[in-house]
T-cell receptor, first 111, second 112 residues
Framework: DAKTTQPNSMESNEEEPVHLPCNHSTISGTDYIHWYRQLPSQGPEYVIHGLTSNVNNRMASLAIAEDRKSSTLILHRATLRDAAVYYCILRKETSGSRLTFGEGTQLTVNP | NAGVMQNPRHLVRRRGQEARLRCSPMKGHSHVYWYRQLPEEGLKFMVYLQKENIIDESGMPKERFSAEFPKEGPSILRIQQVVRGDSAAYFC??????????FGNGTRLTVT
């Protein structure tokens, strides 16, 4: 599995935007970039995914570099409920391929 | 549409007993994944199943652990002769083909 690199931790203030970076310099052409998050005492939750183009949904935006070697998850207005570990994962879009979780980024949101 | 249901939420077993963890996938999902999260550690893939078939068990310990996903009923992760090192949170996820995974809230196993 191709590897991703994320900062161990980040802090943000409530109602401010948050940009969570991820490096994936060995990404292959068939790898999709997935983001999940895990709130305390809960299972992981899907956030967003993309291949080449930037993506938006109700939870977040995903900005993908032109060379696809890095990406950024953007939370437009952080809330206290966004405090979680955020995982950037590369996944081959073959049927049923597994997710390989790294250490992720622990996001702290200050009131 | 109910999410992925795991039960029990908490399970306590003595060393040497068996633990059976159940996972009911979301309606229409034929792919099931099991993950383990040891205290203060990350999520580790264990096994991936489709109905009645094990597709990838590369993360399963070689002994004492087994998983099934029968044609009818929930997926079961079975741990025989549990040891203290098996204490962890076990998460199940389901998905339709080629789609993001939906996770349950886990079963927290404590071995005393």
């Amino acid at each position: 599995d191709a590897k991703t690199t994320q900062p161990n931790s980040m802090e943000s203030n409530e109602e401010e935007p948050v940009h969570l970076p991820c490096n994936h310099s060995t990404i292959s052409g068939t790898d999709y970039i997935h983001w999940y998050r895990q709130l305390p005492s809960q299972g992981p939750e899907y956030v967003i995914h993309g291949l080449t183009s930037n993506v938006n949904n109700r939870m977040a935006s995903l900005a993908i570099a032109e060379d696809r070697k890095s990406s950024t998850l953007i939370l437009h207005r952080a809330t206290l409920r966004d405090a979680a570990v955020y995982y950037c994962i590369l996944r081959k879009e073959t049927s049923g391929s597994r997710l390989t979780f790294g250490e992720g980024t622990q996001l702290t949101v200050n009131p | 549409n109910a999410g992925v249901m795991q039960n029990p939420r908490h399970l306590v077993r003595r060393r040497g007993q068996e633990a059976r963890l159940r996972c009911s996938p979301m309606k229409g999902h034929s792919h099931v994944y099991w993950y383990r999260q040891l205290p203060e550690e990350g999520l580790k893939f264990m096994v991936y199943l489709q109905k009645e078939n094990i597709i990838d068990e590369s993360g399963m310990p070689k002994e004492r652990f087994s998983a099934e996903f029968p044609k009818e009923g929930p997926s079961i992760l079975r741990i025989q002769q549990v040891v203290r090192g098996d204490s962890a949170a076990y998460f199940c996820a389901s998905s339709p083909r080629n789609s993001p995974l939906h996770f349950g809230n886990g079963t927290r196993l404590t071995v005393t």
